[in-house]
């Protein structure tokens, strides 16, 4: 399977505890994405990677959240001292520099 | 600000019946793409069919094909011959060519009926 590969598909944690999700891009495509979906919504965009450089931000996103690509391949997304209102889908996309993106299936996670 | 706009919410068709699912987007961009998702109840997003905006020429996927009217910055997506396996939630997105994030419409969720 060549697609994005996202880990864990489910994620279940109590409040004020910290998650970490995993993304493993398309091998060939240099950007990889972040996005954050509720239901009913359209992705939300998070943050954005070329290569190992993380080069946007979203203004919405908290200080508890923290994203690294520290080789310019897989990347991971932390949520610290989780709240009930991150409870969401995080969705994981990779793309060439004039292609469309590919997403992986997502991690959902459940602030309970 | 770019924004991507869905009118649509529901949309039902008869299944072998042609249906065109509704975006419209603002930008001040001269170069950039825009994209239909398709997202089943399974909720991966699926790229359907992307457009260039340099091309006047309409992309076509199979039985997907787009109506790409620049000027008026509307980017339709017709879907023939439709199949019970085409029932999902369609998103257009739009990115300008530089970047990095797309910008999502609310979504448009197709109902298929035999």
């Known amino acids: 399977d060549t697609g994005v590969s996202q880990d864990p598909r489910h994620k279940i944690t109590k409040r004020g505890q910290n998650v970490t999700f995993r993304c493993d891009p398309i091998?060939?495509?240099?950007?990889l994405y972040w996005y954050r979906q509720t239901l009913g919504q359209g992705p939300e965009f998070l943050t954005y990677f070329q290569n190992e450089a993380q080069l946007e931000k979203s203004r919405l996103l908290s200080d508890r959240f923290s994203a690294e690509r520290p080789k310019g391949s897989f990347s991971t997304l932390e949520i610290q001292r989780t709240e009930q209102g991150d409870s969401a889908m995080y969705l994981c996309a990779s793309s060439s520099p004039r292609g469309g993106a590919f997403f992986g299936q997502g991690t959902r996670l459940t602030v309970v | 600000a770019q924004t991507v706009t869905q009118s649509q919410p529901e949309m039902s068709v008869q299944e072998a019946e042609t249906v065109t699912l509704s975006c419209t987007y603002d930008t001040s961009e001269s170069d950039y793409y825009l994209f239909w998702y398709k997202q089943p109840p399974s909720r991966q997003m699926i790229l359907v069919i992307r457009q260039e905006a340099y091309k006047q020429q309409n992309a076509t996927e199979n039985r997907f094909s787009v109506n790409f009217q620049k000027a008026a910055k509307s980017f339709s997506l017709k879907i023939s011959d439709s199949q019970l396996g085409d029932a999902a939630m369609y998103f257009c997105a739009y990115r300008t060519g530089t970047a990095s994030k797309l910008t999502f419409g609310t979504g448009t969720r197709l109902q298929v009926t035999l």
């Open positions: 091998s060939e495509h240099n950007r």
